[in-house]
C-alpha cells in the first residue's frame, strides 16, 4: 500500500503565502502524475495542479501565476507554493498520487485545510 502525509495548510491572510508538502511512502518504484486537488464546502474536489516524473505541469486557471507545484522524485514528496492567496482559495486540499508500476493505484492523502481569511 502507499500512504500520503500532508502537511503545511493553516490560516493565512489575503495575499499570503503557503507552502504545502506531501510525502507518500510504501512500495513505491515511481509516482506517474503527482498533484493536489481542492474541495470547497457543498462542491466537488477539483484539480489545482499536476506533475508528472519529468516535470511536466498543468494548473487550473484560476491558480496560474499564482502557484506552483514542484516535486523530489528521490523523496517521493510533491510540493504546492501558494502566492497571492486569495480567500476563494480556501478549501481542504488534497494530495494524490498516480501509480502505475509497483503498487498500482491512484491514492489520496488526508486532506489539509487552507483559510484565506483577515
Known amino acids: 500500500q502507499v500512504q500520503l502525509v500532508e502537511s503545511g495548510g493553516g490560516l493565512v491572510q489575503p495575499g499570503g503565502s503557503l507552502r504545502l508538502s506531501c510525502a507518500a511512502s510504501g512500495r513505491i518504484f515511481s509516482i506517474n502524475v503527482m498533484g493536489w486537488y481542492r474541495q470547497h464546502p457543498g462542491k466537488q474536489r477539483e484539480l489545482v495542479a499536476r506533475?508528472?516524473?519529468?516535470?511536466?505541469?498543468n494548473y487550473a486557471d484560476s491558480v496560474k501565476g499564482r502557484f506552483t507545484i514542484s516535486r523530489d522524485n528521490a523523496k517521493n514528496t510533491v510540493y504546492l507554493q501558494m502566492n497571492s492567496l486569495k480567500p476563494e482559495d480556501t478549501a481542504v486540499y488534497y494530495c494524490?498520487?498516480?501509480?502505475?508500476?509497483?503498487?498500482?493505484?491512484?491514492?489520496w492523502g488526508q486532506g489539509t485545510q487552507v483559510t484565506v481569511s483577515s
Open positions: 494524490n498520487a498516480y501509480i502505475l508500476l509497483g503498487t498500482p493505484g491512484d491514492y
Open positions: 506533475i508528472t516524473t519529468s516535470g511536466s505541469t
